[in-house]
């Protein structure tokens, strides 16, 4: 699984470079981002809901907030 | 320009839409794709947006909407959105804007034709046909004039790729008209500051909820901010910056005493928890002794410095009353030492100390 790390980045700056990481990948791949934002939890689901990626679970951990998305066909 | 294969395959045109996140350009793509068009989003980042998340980080905003305005929109209508960041880009817009800055720092004009420049090389690319935005004539001062509509479309090097659904029928035909991919007579024909049509247009569409009626999506409308910003040029003795420089404008309270320091004060634990991540940047102070906020020294961080912020931080704690407040001090390095300073009374914080 590949991973990025979005903390102390503010959105729209977490969805950017998950959108800027995705690109890179290919269809079916899992992709981990640690984020600090809260409005992450609200903004990366949305922006896979409308880009055709797959929201694979959110957590929440020391202050930290770990999203696991795959990616969607193209 | 190269053209989409829409004619040759009996597809839809296709048009990006530039997303703000409020209710115009909501509006405006809303009628392109009630006309048959394939309406795709694009949202430009410039680190001045206005967005929940920034608010958020205060206590007091903690219970606000935390969306994203533009992905919100983007659902709404079920298209894709493109989020592109600019904020390097944007920088020469905002430090030389050739039509000038509006009430503040807000250089409306060449901001529009920037992001049309940026939207036209981006339907290049991706072989799109045309450029939509939600512009309404007469509604912004500075950008959104009968007179500014042309400079924007030919600065931007759109010229006639350039529809706004919502007034085009005060302007001259476009391509997508003239081509009939667009019927002209089912666009529209607002105009003024007035809301009431667009939102009589919301209801028709059936959009009950919608971000920032009035619009305002842009710190640098905002005068307290700009000051800041200026301060912030003046400091340096040029205007470069990055997105550190300009978030850290959005929080705290901001105290210059001298040129050589500036003293940022988080104001709650929200605003402490967001300037703890800047430790590494910056000088850093925090009370031990009492409960008090995060304070960072942007500039000389001398010892005479130091005490000085240590004194004006006291003040906005626990510890404003008290005789003594200790701080532990943490230099950007990492090294660390105590200091025990006497709060600063209120009465010898001038006023003009505050940005």
Known sequence: MKKLDATNLLCPMPVIRTQDKVITMAPGEKLEITCTDPGALHDIPAWCRINGHRLVSTEERDKKILIIIQVGGP | ?355
């Open chain 2, 1 to 355: 320009m190269k053209q989409s294969q829409a004619n040759n395959l009996n597809q839809p045109h296709k048009a990006i839409a530039l997303i703000s996140g409020g209710l115009d350009s909501l509006l405006a793509a809303k009628v392109m794709i009630e006309q048959g068009i394939h309406v795709e989003g694009i949202n430009f980042y410039t680190g001045f947006c206005v967005e929940g998340h920034t608010h958020a980080i205060r206590n007091q905003d903690k219970k606000k909407q935390k969306r994203n305005n533009a992905l919100w929109v983007a659902e709404q209508l079920g298209i894709k959105l493109h989020i592109v960041d600019v904020i390097d880009e944007y920088k020469d817009v905002l430090t030389n804007p050739k039509h000038g800055y509006g009430a503040n720092l807000n250089p409306c004009l060449d901001c529009k034709g920037f992001m049309v420049r940026k939207a036209h090389e981006w339907i290049i690319k991706h072989n799109f046909d045309f450029i939509v935005t939600g512009e309404v004539i007469g509604q912004r001062p500075m950008s959104q004039r009968k007179e500014t509509m042309p400079v924007i479309a030919r600065e931007s090097g759109a010229n006639d790729l350039l529809l706004r659904p919502l007034c085009a029928q005060f302007l001259p035909e476009t391509l997508p008209e003239r081509n009939g991919w667009v019927d002209r007579k089912q666009l529209l024909a607002f105009s003024g500051r007035n809301r009431k049509p667009q939102m009589a247009l919301a209801n028709e569409f059936g959009f009950q909820d919608y971000a920032q009626p009035a619009g305002g999506c842009c710190f640098l409308t905002d005068a307290s901010y700009a000051k800041k910003l200026g301060d912030l040029w003046q400091a340096r003795g040029n205007k470069n910056y990055d997105l550190d420089d300009i978030m850290l404008l959005k929080v705290g309270r901001h105290i210059r005493p001298s040129e050589n320091i500036k003293i940022i004060i988080a104001r709650d634990e929200g605003e402490t928890n967001f300037l703890s991540g800047y430790r590494k940047r910056f000088t850093s102070l925090q009370a031990t002794s009492h409960t008090g906020p995060l304070a960072l020294i942007d500039g000389d961080a001398s010892e005479a410095n130091i005490r000085l912020a240590a004194q004006l931080t006291a003040r906005y704690g626990k510890g404003r009353d008290a005789e003594q407040v200790t701080f532990e001090i943490l230099a950007a390095s990492g090294l660390k030492h105590e200091l025990a300073v006497s709060p600063l009374p209120k009465d010898n914080i001038p006023a003009d100390w505050f940005i």
